[in-house]
C-alpha cells in the first residue's frame, strides 16, 4: 500500500539522533522539540540544578533579591506573550498585576482584620484565583484591544494603569489606601506556612524554592504555548493581522486569548510579587512598573522567554550596582529628596538601556547571547 | 445654572492647555507617524525656563523667550535622537522620546528642587466677572492664548509654504520628497512647533499653582484628548482637548454630590474613562483618518 509505506517514511515523534550532528532532524517532533540538542539537555539540567543549590550558598539577602527577581520573571514573560508574541503593544501590565496582588492579598488575609479578608491562605488557592481574576480582567479589556492597533492600544491600555491606580487608591477597605497599604499574600502549603523560618530553611531559602519552582512551571508553560497552534497564531497575528485572518485564524478569539494568558501570567506574579516583603502599598502599581515590565522584555529579547528571564535578572540585579554608586561617585545622592539621586539614575538608565538595546542589538540579551554562541560554534572560523 | 456655567469655563481654561499640548503630539504624530513622550518634559521645561526669565526679563518677555527656547531644544533632540531612528519601528522611536522624557525631566528637577516655583504671572488666582458669572481671569486668558495660537497654527499650515510642505509630506513622505519637499526639514519644523506649544502650556499650568517636580503628569491628560479626537486630526485635538478639560471640570464640581462612589478624585481619571467610552464606539477617535489597509 503506498499510503502506508509513504506514511512509514515520514518519521514521527522521537527518533534516533545522529551522533556528531546536532543539527540534523530525522523528524518534525525533533526539530519541534523544547530543547532540541544534547547540549541544551545537559546545560539546563546545569543550570537549574545550580539554581536549586544556590538557595544553600547565597546569603539570605541575596536569594531574597534573586526570588524577586523570579517573580518578576513570570511577569515579564506574561508581557513577553501579549507584547512579543502577538504583538499587541501593552502598557498597562501593571494594572493586571495590581490585581493579582490584591486578590492574592484579600484571599489570603485575615478574616477579622482591618482590610478585606477571607482567611484562605493555601498558596494552591489563591495563587490561581489571583491569575483568573487578572485573567478575566485582561478578557474584559480584550474587547477594546481587539478594536485598536499600535499607538492607539499603547495609549489605551496607559489609560487603564491610570484608571487602576484610582481605583487602588480610592478602595481603602480592600488596598489599606496610599501611603498605609496591607499586609500582602500569605503563602502556605498544605498547612506549612513558607514565609518564616522552618524545617525546610529559613524564610528566605524556602521562598527562594517555592519561586524558582514557579518560575520554571510557568517558563515551560510558555514555551510550550509559544510552540503550540495558539502560539503560531500569535505569531501569524503580530508579523501581518489582516494576512492571518485570511489565513484562517480567528484573530478576535487569539487576541482575547493573548490577553488573557498575559494577564494571568501578570495576576500569578502579582500574587507572588509582595510575598517577600509582606506589604503591598497601592502607589505601587504605577506606569512605572508598566515601564520597568517593557524594559525586561525589551532588554532580555522579545518574543524569548530565556530572554524574559535574563532581563528580568538583568533589571533587578543592576539595582544594588546604581544603589551603591553615591560611594563612588560624590554628586550622586542616597537621598530621594536631593537631585540626582540614585533613583532617578535608575530611572534615566532603563530608559537609556531600552534605547541603547532597540539600537544596537535588538533581539536583547537573548540576541547577545545567540552571537556569542554562533561565534563559538565556528570557532576559530569566523563563520 | 451660574455655577455649571462657571464649571464649563473653568474647563474650556484648561482644556485649551490640553489642545494646546495635544497639538504637539498631532504635529509630531502626523510629520513622523510616532506619539512623542517626550512632551511632558518638554512643558515642564518650558514652565521653569519661565520661571526662571521672568526674573530677569518680566513675564510678557519671558514666555516668548522660554517658548523658543524650548523649541530649540525641541529642535535639538529631533536632530540627535530622533533623525537618526528613521526608518526603524514605530515602537523604537517612541520608547526613545519616553527614554528622553525621563533624562530632560531628570536635568529640570534639578532645575525645580523641592519647591513650588511661581510663574510670576499677572494673573495668578485673581477673579473677574463677566455679567453674572465670577471666573478666574488665567482661564480667560488661557481660552484667549490658545484662540490666537490655533488661529495662527491653521493658518501656518494653510497659507504658508512650510505648512503646504508639512501636509504634503504627512499626506505620502515619499511622494513629497520627490516634489523637493525637505522631509527632514519638515520632521524638524513639526518637533520645533510641538516644543513652542508644549512650553506655552508649561507656563499655563504653572499659572496660580506654581510648577513642582510632578507637574508634568499633567501634560498626560493630552493623551486622551488627541485618542478622543483622532491621531492624525490637528481640528481633532483642539476639540478633544477642550471636550476633556470640561469633562474633567465637570467631574470636579458634581461627581462628588451626584457619584460619590466612584471615590475623591475620580476627576483626575475622568479623561481616560470618556476616552475608553469613545474608543468603544470610533476605534480611530471623533476625527481621525480610519486605517485601510492591504494585505
Known sequence: MTTLSRDSDIPTG???????????????????????????????????LAAFLLSGMLADRSLEVLAGAFVLAIGAIGLNIVSGYAGQISLGHAFFVAIGAYTAAALSG???????????????????????????????????????????????????????????????????????????????????????????????????????????????????????????????????????????????????????????????????????TGFVEPGSFSLLLSVQFIAMVLIGGVATVSGSIMGALFIVLIQPLTRALPGFVPFISGDTTVTPNVFQVETVLYGLLIVLFLVFEPRGLFGIWIRVRNYWKSWPFSY | MKGLLETVVRGLGNGSVYALLALGFVIIYKATKVISFAQPALMLAGAVAVSYLVEVTGFYLAVPLAALMIALLALGIERVAIRPMVGRPVFVVAIITLGIDVVIRVVVNHYIGRDVRQMGDPWGFDQVSIGPLVVQERWLAMLAVTAVLVGLLFAFFRYTRYGLAMRAAAYDQETALAQGVSVGAVFALSWGLAGFLAAIAGMFVGTGQGVEQLTWIIALKALPAIILGGLDSLGGAVIGGLTIGVVESLFQSYQGDIAPWLGQNFAVVSPYVVMLLVLLVRPYGLFGTREVERV
Request: glycine share 12%.
Open chain 1, 110 to 276: 485575615p478574616v477579622d482584620g482591618r482590610n478585606l479578608g477571607f482567611g484562605l491562605t493555601e498558596i494552591w488557592i489563591w495563587l490561581p484565583a489571583a491569575g483568573l481574576l487578572a485573567a478575566l480582567a485582561g478578557v474584559l479589556v480584550a474587547p477594546l484591544a481587539v478594536r485598536l492597533r499600535g499607538l492607539y492600544l499603547a495609549v489605551v491600555t496607559l489609560g487603564l494603569v491610570f484608571l487602576g491606580e484610582h481605583i487602588f487608591k480610592e478602595w481603602d477597605h480592600l488596598t489599606g489606601g496610599p501611603g498605609v497599604g496591607r499586609q500582602s499574600a500569605v503563602p502556605t502549603l498544605f498547612g506549612a506556612r513558607l514565609d518564616v523560618d522552618g524545617p525546610l530553611g529559613t524564610r528566605e531559602q524556602s521562598l527562594y524554592t517555592l519561586m524558582l519552582i514557579m518560575l520554571i512551571i510557568f517558563a515551560v508553560a510558555a514555551r510550550n504555548l509559544a510552540r503550540s497552534r495558539i502560539g503560531r497564531a500569535f505569531s501569524a497575528i503580530r508579523d501581518r493581522d489582516i494576512a492571518a485572518e485570511v489565513i484562517g485564524v480567528p484573530i478576535t478569539r487569539y487576541k482575547v486569548l493573548a490577553f488573557g494568558i498575559s494577564s494571568f501570567y501578570a495576576g500569578c506574579a502579582g500574587g507572588l510579587l509582595y510575598v517577600m
Open chain 1, 14 to 48: 522521537r527518533s534516533r539522533r545522529v551522533r556528531g550532528r546536532p543539527l540534523l532532524y530525522t523528524s518534525y517532533g525533533q526539530d519541534m522539540a523544547l530543547l532540541d540538542t544534547t547540549a541544551k539537555r545537559i546545560w539546563t539540567l546545569v543550570l537549574v
